[in-house]
């Protein structure tokens, strides 16, 4: 079969009401279908991943992210949850300070962290004044939209 034949079958299935055509001519097999299908490509049990064991370490990690509060002791605190996507950072360069530590004082409207999200640096401020409690997120790890940052206990008088 030349690339003429090829031509006249392609106009023939172009003019003719003729979704799926195949012809076999001196050991080459043609075959021609209209339209556009999307075939999936098979995949062997082998390649599918397996869900993992459940690591109760990263389950009590993620279980202390939680925008509620647990215990008794964590009641009245604030959480700061990130606005957006990306990676968390707590100082704004590798070799600088961190913003705040647990301990620290904050006033409303002070920087807390960095999320770089796309190549842009979001500055993530405090809503109020209070005292840093807890720090949930390592250096450096990604960060969900809403996922809690920090718990804050609010301090009226500052």
């Not at 097999?29 to 999936?40: D, E, N, P, R, Y």
């Not at 600088?96 to 960095?114: H, S, T, W």
């Not at 109020?128 to 940052?149: C, F, Q, R, T």
């Amino acid at each position: 079969m030349n690339i003429k034949e090829l031509k006249e079958l392609i106009d023939l299935m172009k003019n003719a009401d003729i979704s799926e055509l195949e012809i076999e001519k001196g050991g080459v097999k043609v075959k021609l279908k209209k339209g556009h299908s999307f075939i999936a490509p098979a995949v062997s049990a082998a390649e599918i991943p397996m869900p993992q064991a459940i690591d109760k370490e990263a389950a009590a990690a993620k279980a202390e992210r939680s925008v509620f509060p647990s215990t008794e002791e964590e009641k009245g605190l604030v959480t700061v949850a990130s606005p957006i996507v990306g990676t968390f950072y707590r100082a704004p360069a590798p070799d600088a300070k961190p913003y705040v530590e647990v301990g620290d004082i904050v006033k409303k409207g002070q920087v807390l962290c960095l999320v770089e999200a796309m190549k842009l640096m979001n500055e993530i401020e405090s809503e109020l004044n209070g005292k840093i409690s807890a720090i949930l997120v390592d250096n450096g790890h990604p960060v969900e939209y809403g996922e809690a940052l920090f718990k804050v206990e609010p301090v009226e008088d500052l």
